[in-house]
C-alpha cells in the first residue's frame, strides 16, 4: 500500500471490512507478536490515553489508526483490566470525523467524575488549506463503557502567542479546582505546558498561567506533559522535542523526560527547587509515556515503547508499536525509581534451569562490585542482544547491533547509563521482541525492540548470576 495523505485519512465507514480482515490474517502469522504487553490489534498504536480507575476497574486507551502500521486517522481503542496486567481490548470507542475532532481524536486523559468517566482529549482539526486548528474537547463514559462526546469544544483556540501545535490534555483535580496542562509550541519556536482551570469538567476552561518547573530551554514543543505525585514530590514527566544535547543528553529521535520539585506551589503552578531535567527510560523505544496518582495511593505510568518518525519492522506484518508493563513509581534523592507493579508477579511461571528460554521469560541478575560482566541473549539465527555490566565504574551497556532485522540505526544501536557504584541487580523482562531492564530496584530503566528472525533464544552469562523464569503468554 502506498500511504498516501487520502487514505491516512479516509472516513472509517469508507474502509472495507475486508481490511481489517486482512491484517488480521497477517498477524496471525506473526514472528513478532507479544506475549504479555500491550500491542493493537491491527495497524498502528501510539500515546497511551485516559488511564483510570473507574467502576472497579483499570481502563486505558491506546491511540490507534487501525488500518495499516502508520500515522493517520487516529482513534482512542478502549481497554479494561482487573489487575494491571491482562488488558481486555473492547475495540475503538473515542471515534474521530465530527467537526471538533475531523483528523484525529488525539491524546488526552480522563478523570472519574460522580458514576461517569470524563475524557478530555484533543480534536484534530484540519482545513481545506491543511491548517491545523486544534480543538481541546471533552467526552463522557457510563458505567456501561458507552460512551457521548460534547460537541462544542472546550477550549477553541490556541492562546494568543502560540501557535497550533496544542495539544495532549490532563486534566488533574485540587481543592474542588480542574486543571488541566496542555503541551504547546510559542510562536518562537519554544516548547511549554500551559495550565487551564475550571469549576466544572465540562468548563467554562480558562487560561491560568504556565507551568513554572525549570529554568532552561525545552526544545520547540513539548508534547504529553504528565503532573503526577511521586511519595508527596511532583513529578513532571514529559517529551521536549528537540531539546538541545547541553540540557539533555539523549539518543532518540525525541526524548521522554522528567523533572522533580521538592514541592508544589498550586496558586503559581510551580515546582520549587527544580531538579535536572532527566531521561526517564535510558533505552530505545519509550516516548509519550502516562502518569496517574491512582485511587490506591500509588503513582503509575504505562509508556509507549515506540517514536514518532520511526518506521519498524514488523509494519510488514501489518502492526506497529507496544506498551510497557504498567510501572509505579517511587523516589529517592530526586531520582525516579519505576518498577513493573507487583501484580505482574503473577506472570511467572517455573523456573528454568537450560540455557533455552521461552520467548516470555523474567531474568535476574546479579553482579558483585569491581568486576566485568555480559549477558546475552542469543537466538538460533546467531543474533544476539547483549547486555554489559561493568561495577568498576557503574556502567550498563545494551547493544541491539546484531539482534535482529535493524530499527532507527541512525540513531546508534547501543544504550548505556550510569548507576551507583557497587554490585548491580537487574531484572530483564523479555517478551520476543521487546524488552525492559529495570536496574537496581528501578533506579535506571533500559527498555526497547528487537526483531531477531531466530524463534528460539538462548541466555549466556560471564561474571553474573542469573535466575531465568518462564512467564505465562497471555495474549
Ligand atoms: C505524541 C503525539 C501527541 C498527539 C498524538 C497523535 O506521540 O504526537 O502529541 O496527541 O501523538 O497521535
Redesign the pocket.
Known amino acids: 500500500t502506498e500511504w498516501t495523505t487520502k487514505l491516512r485519512y479516509l472516513p472509517y465507514e469508507d474502509w472495507p471490512n475486508q481490511q481489517i480482515i486482512d491484517i488480521k490474517q497477517k498477524i496471525a502469522t506473526s514472528h513478532w507478536r507479544l506475549g504479555y504487553h500491550i500491542q493493537p490489534s491491527t495497524g498502528l498504536l501510539?500515546?497511551p490515553n485516559g488511564f483510570s480507575y473507574f467502576n472497579g476497574q483499570w481502563h486505558l486507551f491506546y491511540?490507534s489508526f487501525p488500518y495499516g502500521p502508520v500515522?493517520g486517522l487516529?482513534n482512542w481503542t478502549h481497554l479494561t483490566s482487573d489487575d494491571l496486567v491482562l488488558w481486555q481490548d473492547h475495540g475503538p470507542l473515542l471515534l474521530p470525523g465530527d467537526e471538533q475532532d475531523s483528523h484525529?481524536a488525539?491524546?488526552?486523559s480522563a478523570i472519574s467524575v460522580e458514576d461517569q468517566l470524563f475524557l478530555m482529549y484533543?480534536g484534530?482539526v484540519r482545513d481545506e488549506n491543511w491548517v491545523r486548528h486544534p480543538k481541546q474537547d471533552g467526552a463522557w463514559m457510563n458505567a456501561k463503557n458507552e460512551l457521548t462526546k460534547i460537541s462544542t469544544p472546550l477550549i477553541e483556540e490556541p492562546k494568543n502567542g502560540f501557535t497550533d501545535h496544542f495539544?495532549?490534555p490532563q486534566i488533574l483535580k485540587h481543592d474542588g479546582t480542574y486543571y488541566c496542562l496542555i503541551?504547546a509550541r510559542k510562536k518562537d519556536d519554544t516548547g511549554h505546558v500551559l495550565v487551564y482551570q475550571a469549576n466544572a469538567v465540562t468548563g467554562p476552561w480558562q487560561y491560568k498561567t504556565e507551568l513554572k518547573f525549570t529554568d532552561q530551554p525545552m526544545g520547540y514543543m513539548i508534547?504529553?506533559p504528565n503532573l503526577v505525585f511521586v511519595d508527596g514530590q511532583p513529578v513532571l514527566i514529559f517529551?521536549p522535542q528537540g531539546i538541545a544535547q547541553s540540557v539533555l543528553k539523549h539518543q532518540n529521535i525525541y526524548p521522554n523526560a522528567y523533572v522533580v520539585g521538592k514541592d508544589f506551589d498550586w496558586d503559581n503552578f510551580q515546582f520549587i527547587d527544580p531538579s535536572e531535567i532527566k531521561n526517564l527510560d535510558d533505552g530505545f523505544d519509550v516516548?509519550?509515556t502516562e502518569a496517574l496518582n491512582a485511587p490506591d495511593g500509588r503513582a503509575l505510568t504505562v509508556s509507549?515503547i515506540g517514536l514518532?518518525d520511526t518506521e519498524y519492522p514488523s509494519d510488514i506484518e501489518g502492526w506497529a508499536n507496544c506498551y510497557s508493563l504498567v510501572k509505579e513509581l517511587h523516589l529517592e534523592d530526586n531520582q525516579l525509581y519505576q518498577l513493573p507493579v507487583v501484580e505482574n508477579d503473577k506472570l511467572i511461571k517455573i523456573e528454568i534451569n537450560t540455557s533455552e528460554i521461552t520467548p516470555q521469560a523474567k531474568i535476574t541478575m546479579y553482579m558483585e562490585a569491581n568486576q566485568r560482566g555480559q549477558v546475552s541473549v542469543k537466538t538460533d539465527c546467531g543474533e544476539e542482544l547483549q547486555i554489559q555490566l561493568d561495577t568498576t565504574n557503574g556502567k550498563i551497556l545494551v547493544d541491539r547491533t546484531n539482534a535482529g532485522v535493524a530499527v532507527a540505526v541512525d540513531h546508534g544501536t547501543k544504550r548505556e547509563t550510569n548507576v551507583t557504584e557497587g554490585p548491580i541487580t537487574a531484572e530483564l523482562y523479555f517478551d520476543n521482541t521487546v524488552f525492559e531492564l529495570y536496574i537496581n530496584g528501578g533506579q535506571k530503566v533500559i527498555t526497547g525492540r528487537v526483531f531477531p528472525q531466530g524463534r528460539q533464544f538462548f541466555v549466556e552469562s560471564q561474571n553474573v548470576q542469573l535466575q531465568k523464569f518462564q512467564l505465562e503468554k497471555i495474549y
Open positions: 501510539n500515546d491511540q500515522h487516529k484525529g488525539y491524546s488526552g484533543t484534530n495539544r495532549d503541551g508534547e504529553c517529551c516516548y509519550a509507549w514518532p
